[in-house]
């Protein structure tokens, strides 16, 4: 436990980190990265560098049961086939679950956390948690803990998807944080490490829009600032399923890495960058960056390798 971890936002260099681009590839090792993750990667790339902006890299794996084995070599294998460069050392969250405990107990104290009994087989289906623990003051250990929503409609302008809303209380519910097991949720590990790294813009994947409102409430109760949204449309394979390790999206192959560059940049509907190595192409699409180009939509449908 850390006795007093600094959850300060750092200033940088020229002002304070709001003012410049700090954008991030955040890969969970749940399997190897697959074209989906490229497209992610390059994008979230080439929109830093053409705001002149930072690029970090981190590797998201809370959940360490589902880690898969070999995953985060071959995440790190990737960066360095496809010559992205990250401007700071690469963090892996497994490293940093003291700091989310910390946050958890300073929830604690201002009453925005509750311990939670409930099992999924008790939930069911209803998807909508109806505060059943909220009120019974259960003790911590061995508990699921829950962070409280209140009644009021978020909304936030992604940069592709529109205005996007959500009212948590009938939408949600109160959501995990930790799971019963220990397990730090994504929602907390994410909003806390975007803070600490200085991040001020997020492009990921349409499949965790619906997250967002989530994540912009629990930094408000943080006093965080809120971030720039991009949710890219998501590769759908020939099932009409998106590109993920659980619908066994093939491993990107890092022989063939100026290849699949290019067809994630085709994938962006960028303007054609020529075959070359990969940090020349990637200087090439810097340049051409336009994300008016790509589809104001979720799902991209071709065929994607």
């Given at each position: 436990?850390?006795?007093?971890?600094?959850?300060?936002?750092?200033?940088?260099?020229?002002?304070?980190?709001?003012?410049?681009?700090?954008?991030?590839?955040?890969?969970?090792?749940?399997?190897?990265?697959?074209?989906?993750?490229?497209?992610?990667?390059?994008?979230?790339?080439?929109?830093?560098?053409?705001?002149?902006?930072?690029?970090?890299?981190?590797?998201?794996?809370?959940?360490?049961?589902?880690?898969?084995?070999?995953?985060?070599?071959?995440?790190?294998?990737?960066?360095?086939?496809?010559?992205?460069?990250?401007?700071?050392?690469?963090?892996?969250?497994?490293?940093?679950?003291?700091?989310?405990?910390?946050?958890?107990?300073?929830?604690?104290?201002?009453?925005?956390?509750?311990?939670?009994?409930?099992?999924?087989?008790?939930?069911?289906?209803?998807?909508?948690?109806?505060?059943?623990?909220?009120?019974?003051?259960?003790?911590?250990?061995?508990?699921?803990?829950?962070l409280k929503v209140s009644d009021q409609t978020i909304c936030f302008t992604d940069r592709?998807?529109?205005?996007?809303?959500?009212?948590?209380?009938?939408?949600?519910?109160?959501?995990?944080?930790?799971?019963?097991?220990?397990?730090?949720?994504?929602?907390?590990?994410?909003?806390?490490?975007?803070?600490?790294?200085?991040?001020?813009?997020?492009?990921?994947?349409?499949?965790?829009?619906?997250?967002?409102?989530?994540?912009?409430?629990?930094?408000?109760?943080?006093?965080?600032?809120?971030?720039?949204?991009?949710?890219?449309?998501?590769?759908?394979?020939?099932?009409?399923?998106?590109?993920?390790?659980?619908?066994?999206?093939?491993?990107?192959?890092?022989?063939?890495?100026?290849?699949?560059?290019?067809?994630?940049?085709?994938?962006?509907?960028?303007?054609?960058?020529?075959?070359?190595?990969?940090?020349?192409?990637?200087?090439?699409?810097?340049?051409?960056?336009?994300?008016?180009?790509?589809?104001?939509?979720?799902?991209?449908?071709?065929?994607?390798?």
């Amino acid at each position: 436990m850390l006795s007093n971890p600094s959850l300060t936002l750092p200033l940088r260099k020229g002002g304070k980190a709001e003012e410049n681009y700090v954008g991030r590839f955040a890969p969970s090792p749940t399997g190897p990265l697959h074209f989906g993750s490229l497209i992610t990667a390059v994008a979230s790339y080439c929109d830093a560098r053409a705001h002149q902006g930072q690029w970090l890299v981190r590797i998201e794996d809370t959940d360490i049961p589902r880690i898969y084995p070999g995953s985060e070599e071959h995440i790190l294998r990737s960066i360095d086939a496809f010559q992205f460069e990250p401007d700071a050392e690469i963090i892996f969250q497994k490293d940093r679950l003291d700091i989310y405990e910390y946050v958890i107990e300073h929830l604690h104290q201002q009453g925005w956390v509750y311990a939670c009994q409930c099992t999924r087989k008790m939930l069911g289906s209803n998807h909508i948690y109806a505060g059943t623990c909220r009120d019974l003051n259960l003790p911590f250990e061995q508990q699921a803990i829950r962070l409280k929503v209140s009644d009021q409609t978020i909304c936030f302008t992604d940069r592709l998807q529109g205005t996007h809303c959500s009212n948590l209380q009938y939408d949600l519910g109160d959501f995990v944080l930790k799971r019963r097991d220990g397990i730090i949720n994504y929602q907390l590990a994410v909003v806390v490490d975007d803070y600490l790294q200085g991040m001020t813009h997020v492009v990921r994947g349409a499949d965790l829009l619906d997250n967002t409102e989530r994540q912009i409430w629990l930094g408000s109760l943080l006093g965080y600032p809120q971030l720039e949204y991009m949710h890219l449309p998501l590769a759908m394979n020939a099932q009409g399923q998106k590109l993920s390790k659980q619908n066994l999206a093939q491993a990107l192959d890092l022989k063939r890495a100026p290849e699949l560059l290019q067809q994630a940049i085709r994938a962006l509907h960028q303007p054609e960058v020529d075959l070359d190595i990969p940090e020349n192409m990637l200087k090439q699409a810097i340049a051409q960056w336009n994300t008016d180009f790509i589809p104001h939509t979720t799902e991209l449908h071709g065929s994607y390798l």
